[in-house]
């Protein structure tokens, strides 16, 4: 059958799909109540972030070398473990009545995050056909996409009606559940002999990928600066409501992802990227002007639209280098380049907006994420 008519969503996908979403529903229902957990053990309010950035620089050193476990052990024993680790972690969240413990958690927590996050890329990759892996890249994102919309929601409802306990017993089970579902991934043959000599950084790292992801890295260093100062800025220019942004650009992620996939995969990742670049930083350009809820919406949705295509496109690409033996190492050096560009962006905005202000801020975003462009011509010149 033409690959073109094949219908996607069959049912290997679909299951690869709700492990993704349960795994992202887990984290954010955990993720924005941590720090209302931190304050009731008594950590002071410079530490309310502490949890989050930990295990965001967990997951960053990691996923390049985490990546590759999939590869080499299988994914659906990796995939299984991580659901079956990250219960567990849970599970140690609901006991914990020291408040420093949680930060320290959270660090070992982002490791086994990017163990699952970059298996599952990875099989989702290996199911879909090469000629329709942007479109399947896309639309695989809209799980975690949907999750992030609705969880946070959720995890404050749970945490008041019914205590920091129950929270936690409910993502426990959320995820052994997941793991449970990854046990009907298929089978991987048993290791290769030389395995542990496979998990030196020399050949479990996709350093050609790794080196290429400075492209996410330049472009994610504004979404990191966004995400953790946007909601600030708008309550500062007094626009209501404060969260129009993330509103505006998930909405964004959900209706364009699936459209822009099939199109990069008709006129090809190199052709898609530039575009897609270039809306990413007009977006963060035009942000700091908005004085009102229908700008930020529309700063939202310009951002949204080359976010949106970027990274299905930049991974089909990617992928296209690498051997199907090798697609979690690729997802782990591009998962690696997208957390240090979030950690580093959340780090400096705050003193770059109290230094010289949002306009420079938001700036100095916009020419990162633009610089991406020439970066990538010449990576590419390079055979990088």
Excluded: K
């Excluded at 033409?2 to 229902?29: H, K, M, V, Y």
């Excluded at 992030?148 to 052994?176: D, H, I």
């Excluded at 395995?195 to 400075?214: F, I, K, N, P």
């Amino acid at each position: 059958m033409n690959e073109r008519r094949r219908f996607l969503l069959t049912l290997p996908f679909a299951r690869i799909w709700l492990i993704s979403f349960a795994a992202t529903a887990a984290g954010f229902q955990l993720f924005p109540t941590v720090p209302l957990r931190l304050r009731e053990l008594g950590a002071p309010p410079a530490a309310s972030g502490l949890f989050l950035t930990a295990l965001t620089f967990g997951s960053a050193i990691s996923a390049a070398w985490t990546g590759s476990l999939g590869d080499l052990f299988g994914r659906r024993r990796v995939l299984t473990g991580a659901g079956v680790g990250l219960a567990l972690f849970s599970a140690l969240y609901a006991v914990v009545e020291i408040w420093w413990l949680l930060p320290l958690l959270g660090l070992a927590h982002g490791v086994v995050w990017s163990a699952l996050l970059t298996g599952s890329s990875a099989e989702a990759a290996s199911i879909v056909p090469e000629s329709r892996r942007a479109e399947g890249i896309a639309w695989f994102s809209v799980a975690s996409t949907l999750a992030v919309v609705v969880s946070p929601a959720l995890g404050f409802q749970v945490l008041e009606r019914y205590g920091w306990p129950w929270l936690c017993a409910g993502m426990t089970a959320l995820l052994l559940g997941l793991a449970l579902a990854s046990r009907g991934l298929p089978p991987a043959p048993r290791p290769a002999a030389d395995w542990h000599r496979r998990l030196a950084s020399r050949h479990a790292v996709e350093w050609g990928v790794l080196r290429t992801s400075l492209v996410m890295l330049l472009v994610s260093f504004g979404y990191g600066g966004t995400t953790s100062f946007v909601a600030l800025f708008a309550e500062e220019r007094r626009i209501e409501p404060p969260g129009i942004y993330f509103t505006a650009f998930a909405l964004s992620i959900l209706v364009l992802r699936p459209v822009v996939g099939p199109l990069v995969d008709r006129v090809g990742a190199h052709r898609a990227l530039p575009p897609s670049i270039a809306l990413a930083a007009a977006g963060l350009a035009l942000l700091p002007f908005q004085r009102d809820a229908a700008g930020l919406a529309v700063a939202a949705l310009v951002f949204g639209a080359g976010f949106s295509t970027l990274y299905p496109a930049f991974s089909s690409l990617m992928l296209a280098r690498v051997g199907p033996a090798r697609h979690g190492a690729a997802f782990g050096a591009m998962l690696a380049a997208f957390d240090i560009g979030i950690g580093a962006g959340s780090l400096a905005f705050g003193p770059l907006i109290e230094g010289f202000g949002a306009t420079a801020a938001w700036g100095l975003a916009a020419l990162a994420a633009l610089a991406a462009w020439p970066l990538l011509r010449r990576f590419d010149r390079a055979g990088a």
